[in-house]
């Protein structure tokens, strides 16, 4: 697969975003850059500077934690794609386009390795009414940001390499 079908199947896989979240943040971040975008004092893309984008009545992303190879691929990006090219790129070479199943595998692989559900939950643009979610459950993003970027290495390695 060319490196701008693949990359943002890779990106979809490594952020745990739905593949539209990943395409409009690799969309924004071809017309913009990083800057305003990436902090770099936690390591993470910051959806939620764009309400417009990522933030809606019941499908919200928040933040995405990057490790540094990720942004390196991520600072070099410059195409700008749909789903509907890459899902007929994958039609054209016989390949299933289930793209949302990369959400499904990355938080079950966080969940197996030990990350806590609210963290995942979190991460991937949910949060809980409880009142433990609401008041109480307050993450150390760096820590979270380590213990999450060292289970999803060997993906990485397996997919940006």
């Known amino acids: 697969l060319p490196w701008k079908y693949f990359f943002p199947i890779a990106f979809t896989a490594l952020a745990g975003l739905r593949a539209r979240e990943a395409l409009a943040s690799l969309n924004l971040i071809a017309e913009e850059g990083l800057e ?12 939620f500077r764009f309400p417009e984008i990522f ?3 019941t499908k919200n992303a928040y933040i995405s ?9 991520l600072e070099a990006w410059e195409e700008k794609a749909s789903w509907d090219m890459i899902k007929c790129k994958l039609w054209r070479l ?9 959400r499904a595998y990355w938080a ?4 197996e390795r030990g990350i806590p559900q609210e963290s995942i939950d979190l991460l991937q643009g949910r949060i809980s ?10 993450p150390y993003l760096k820590a979270l940001r380590r ?10 390695q397996k997919l940006l390499t």
């Open 36 to 47: 305003g975008y990436y902090n770099p004092k936690f390591g993470c893309l910051e959806h």
């Open 129 to 138: 009414q409880t009142v433990f979610a609401r008041h109480y459950f307050k």
């Open 108 to 111: 079950t692989l966080l969940r």
């Open 147 to 156: 213990k999450v970027l060292a289970i999803l290495k060997p993906l990485e």
């Open 94 to 102: 016989k390949m299933r386009p289930r793209l949302q199943d990369l």
């Open 65 to 73: 934690f990057v490790s540094p190879r990720l942004l390196s691929h």
């Open 55 to 57: 933030l809606r009545r």
